[in-house]
């Protein structure tokens, strides 16, 4: 049966709605604020054992930006939802392309649903507290899963417009608290924290890939670049913002919260709280109301993310599908809102089997759910932002296009070499990630499907190129 308000369409997602404050809210809000300092700092420092972990950001902040200066001139030659992808496509080949492509599905797809498990986890936990409603985490998963979805279908500006509602309370919430740490703080206020000093002793390397995981979805302003209203100009500035943003107020976060115990408590209260040392820290330095509200305003923190994902991952197969590589299906785009409302439903439809499958299962939503699929996502979107980098040096190597050399070469090989170095040691300190026993067939099995969906990747591709020639040809493309 004919659907009246559908329509096929291999060009473009819609009208240019959204500009630099859109982008911005979709990037932060996938780095999920209130959620990083909720549940991964705490978690961090117990982890660690590292005290200078808000100079970890600083050095993080600086190394994307070093990122940012090819990624952003690479939107300025190349509009395509694809991004990852259709950068690969254009700097390294279209073989590269479509392996790099399957390791974005699979990363974006992981870290999105993943985030089920926590906010299934810490909304049931809400209601059962504050209401006394006994739901089953699964269930209140399942029920984010159809907010999000009746919000993916929509246009992108009402996407933008909610994620921008919640980032604005997020951020309020986590600077009341920092302000609050600080103000009240037990031991005199030190930079120590901020001194390479403060790097001597613990996993320092455990504690670069928790700092790295925070910063997931920093990249995704490109995604969005058929959708802005001056994408030469749009993706570049908010990615700048999003990355000085994200990094300066993650620092001043990790650095309040370490004066708010005590630079000599950080690690023991992280280790004996755990996420719970925020509430804990909240109620003692601000009070018991605003400890409350902020466990509120952590679930539609994660919220916020799962939508910002959700978002990301429907362009990644809308993108694929139009160009052939994935069923042309997905390459559809609503008629009326512009919306990959396919692809926003096929990752809906994966989203909630996986969720029900785990739920089956009897498995822990945050000791396995949350944090098996969230870090192999993180895992993997490093390896593409390793892999972007070396094809943006590759992509301007043939012409620089007006580009300084910066831009073309420099910050590009820089920033590659970089995050090469962190994708190594989250590799290495993978189990340390998991907190997983030494030893255990997780540590590569997971990081292992990493390398066989880009082994896969390749291997379509190489099919492509012989028996689809047409297909292979336009691979990276785009409109």
């Known amino acids: 049966m004919a659907i009246p308000d559908v329509v096929s369409s291999s060009s473009r997602t819609g009208r240019r709605r959204i500009g630099v404050a859109e982008l911005v809210f979709f990037v932060v809000a996938a780095s999920a604020p209130l959620t990083v300092a909720a549940g991964g700092m705490p978690t961090q420092f117990a982890v660690t054992g590292v005290v200078g972990v808000p100079l970890l950001y600083i050095l993080l902040a600086i190394l994307l930006t070093l990122f940012t200066g090819g990624y952003a001139a690479m ?62 985490w699964w269930a209140v998963a399942l029920a984010g899963v159809v907010v999000v979805a009746v ?8 996407n933008a417009r909610v994620l ?83 990094g300066a107020f993650y620092a001043f976060t990790a650095w309040a919260m370490t004066m708010g115990t005590g630079a000599s408590k950080i690690v023991a209260q992280s280790a004996e709280h755990g996420p719970g040392l925020v509430f804990v820290l909240a109620e003692q330095h601000v009070g018991r109301v605003f400890s409350d509200l902020t466990q509120v305003f952590l679930a539609t923190s994660v919220f916020a993310a799962l939508l910002s994902f959700h978002n990301a991952v429907a362009r990644y197969f809308f993108s694929l599908g139009r160009e052939g590589v994935l069923p042309d299906v997905l390459g559809r785009t609503h008629v009326r809102h512009g919306s990959p409302h396919v692809g926003s439903m096929t990752q809906t439809a994966l989203a909630a089997a996986v969720v029900v499958a785990f739920a089956l299962s009897g498995g ?66 993978f189990g340390a990630l998991l907190g997983s026993e030494q030893g255990s067939m997780l540590t590569w099995v997971l990081p292992g499907l990493i390398f066989a969906a880009g082994a896969l990747g390749l291997a379509f591709a190489t099919y492509l190129r012989s028996a689809r020639p047409e297909v292979y040809a336009r691979i990276g493309r785009g409109a």
């Open 364 to 429: 822990d939503p945050m000791l396995t759910f949350f944090s098996w699929f969230t870090n192999l996502g993180a895992l993997g979107v490093i390896l593409l932002l390793v892999l972007t980098s070396a094809a943006v040096a590759g992509f301007f190597a043939r012409d620089r296009r007006g580009e300084h050399a910066w831009n073309t070469m420099i910050a590009p090989i820089a920033s590659g070499i970089g995050l090469a170095v962190v994708f190594v040691l989250a590799l290495l300190n």
């Open 164 to 246: 921008g509602v919640l980032l604005a309370v997020e951020f309020l919430t986590v600077l009341i608290f920092d302000l609050g740490m600080v103000a009240q703080a037990p031991e005199r206020l030190s930079a120590a924290p901020l001194e390479f000093g403060a790097l001597g002793s613990g996993a320092v390397g455990a504690a670069f890939c928790f700092a790295m995981a925070a910063f997931m979805g920093f990249e995704a302003a490109a995604i969005y670049s058929e959708e802005c209203r001056d994408p030469r100009r749009a993706v570049g500035r908010a990615t700048y913002i999003a990355v000085g943003l994200i």
């Open 151 to 158: 919000l993916g279908y929509r246009r992108i500006d009402l």
């Open 75 to 136: 939107s300025r030659s190349i509009s395509n939802t694809g991004a990852f992808y259709a950068y690969v496509s254009h700097g390294l080949g279209r073989t590269a392309g479509v392996g790099t492509a399957f390791v974005a599905l699979l990363s974006y797809n992981t870290m999105q649903i993943g985030l089920y498990g926590l906010f299934g986890f810490v909304t049931a936990d809400l209601l059962n507290t504050r209401m006394g409603l006994n739901l089953p």
